[in-house]
């Protein structure tokens, strides 16, 4: 009966909750948007500072 029950919650959720890549894409853009306008700093100074921080 349990089973039955946290089955039907479990499904319930799959369609409502995205993908961890969802969520790293969002906080991704959002970290994006905050450095040009809480930072100051420029598109493409804020895509040089995500490249090298990825890659070095």
Do not use: Q
């Not at 961890?20 to 948007?33: D, Q, S, W």
Request: charged share 15%; no cysteine.
């Amino acid at each position: 009966m349990l089973h039955r029950i946290v089955n039907r919650f479990r499904v319930g959720l799959e369609n409502y909750i995205p993908d961890a890549f969802v969520f790293a894409i969002i906080l991704t853009m959002v970290t994006y948007i905050m450095g040009i306008f809480i930072a100051g700093k420029g598109p493409f100074e804020m895509i040089e500072y995500w490249y090298n921080g990825f890659w070095k």
